[in-house]
């Protein structure tokens, strides 16, 4: 029996009509075989796709009305945002945190635009689907293990060791179990709140009328931009242990 195809969002439909043909034969050439090769194209992945965009068309907006003297109500906002970051880094991280002022920029942006988008009718926060805040994790997972590599060169290996080399066999495996831990952490955090958010939104405006969820979607608002934070303030703090001149 044939699989019947999901439901899916008007942006998605728009997508597949357009682009399933190439999609299809990008997987396959990946080796990789599409559940429905008539939409490739997931709901996850197309809400992904317009954040991406909005947040290209943010930075470019930004970077074409730039002045000094009369500033745009874009730039005031992109002032604050990094004003914001930069003060969570500095905390955070300390000296030398600016190479890594653009990453948690956009990394937090991200999130938080993806937090927000089912707010929307008609559209869906990607972040509700485990594979986003996993990707997300993963990315940080491997941004901080690598300046950790860059800064200490593989001296930052040792701090996998411990101090003693005949404690090697014990706090080795230890220490892995505890960066894996960070991984999941992030990924059912971010996950687990989003998820339930839109769930809690969703029933309450499928069943009562319109004034009482406003409660609701003013909570789903506070609990993105808190996920958002969190989710980046952790990031800074992974960074700062990677970064920590001890190894």
Not at 134 to 139: D, E, I, S, V
Not at 165 to 178: D, G, K, R, T
Not at 196 to 214: E, M, N, R
Request: glycine residues 4%.
């Amino acid at each position: 029996m044939k699989d019947i195809m999901p439901t899916q969002l008007l942006l998605t439909r728009f997508l597949n009509a357009t682009f399933a043909t190439p999609v299809d034969a990008l997987l396959r050439a990946a080796h990789v075989q599409p559940a429905y090769p008539a939409a490739p194209i997931t709901d996850t992945f197309a809400m992904e796709l317009l954040v991406f965009v909005v947040l290209l068309l943010y930075f470019l907006a930004v970077r074409l009305t730039l002045q000094v003297e009369t500033p745009s109500t874009v730039q005031h906002f992109a002032e604050m945002t990094h004003e914001f970051v930069t003060e969570q880094s500095e905390a955070i991280i300390g000296h030398g945190y600016e190479p890594f002022l653009s990453f948690l920029t956009i990394l937090g942006c991200f999130i938080l635009f993806c937090n927000l988008l089912g707010l929307i009718p008609g559209l869906k926060s990607p972040t509700a689907d485990v594979v986003v805040p996993f990707g997300c994790a993963l990315l940080t997972f491997g941004y901080y293990h690598l300046q950790g590599i860059r800064k200490h060169g593989w001296r930052y290996i040792k701090q996998f060791l411990g101090p003693a080399w005949w404690l090697a066999w014990l706090l080795l495996p230890i220490e892995i179990i505890s960066h894996l831990a960070r991984l999941l952490s992030l990924t059912v955090r971010l996950y687990a709140n989003i998820f339930a958010g839109d769930l809690v939104t969703l029933a309450f405006f499928s069943l009562i009328p319109v004034v009482f969820p406003l409660i609701f979607l003013s909570l789903h608002v506070m609990v993105s931009v808190v996920q958002a934070f969190l989710f980046m303030a952790l990031a800074m703090s992974y960074l700062s242990l990677a970064l920590a001149d001890e190894h």
